[in-house]
Nanobody, 121 residues
Framework: QVQLVESGGGLVQPGGSLRLSCAAS????????MGWYRQAPGKQRELVAV???????NYADSVKGRFFIFRDNAKNTVYLQMNSLKPEDTAVYYC???????????????WGQGTQVTVSS
């Protein structure tokens, strides 16, 4: 079994910063892509940022230049540095990881429990 544990959400004023963390643990052989998604009330879950194991990055247009994703592969941990936060960034943020649990098996998607980010004055 694999668990993703997120931390770092909270309430912040517009223009402020937060850093989210997500650590994967359990029966892990290797981790492919790790990323962050978010879901605002009444909206569908959307991609925020993703980083495959090769180190490339992909960001939603709405967060480019403000959010930055990075990984510590030794710790199977992914981070999301969020700067210049706006009220429209308010959402539940979910961590996602593609995990291979043993050699020769296909990757499987795992999700964290979600962490609330609220941007408000």
């Amino acid at each position: 079994q694999v668990q993703l544990v997120e931390s770092g959400g909270g309430l912040v004023q517009p223009g402020g910063s937060l850093r989210l963390s997500c650590a994967a643990s359990g029966s892990i052989f290797s981790v492919f892509a790790m990323g962050w998604y978010r879901q605002a009330p009444g909206k569908q879950r959307e991609l925020v940022a993703v980083m495959p194991s090769n180190g490339n990055t992909n960001y939603a247009d709405s967060v480019k230049g403000r959010f930055f994703i990075f990984r510590d592969n030794a710790k199977n941990t992914v981070y999301l540095q969020m700067n210049s936060l706006k009220p429209e960034d308010t959402a539940v943020y979910y961590c996602n990881a593609e995990v291979v649990i043993s050699f020769g098996t296909t990757p499987y998607d795992y999700w964290g429990q979600g962490t609330q980010v609220t941007v408000s004055s």
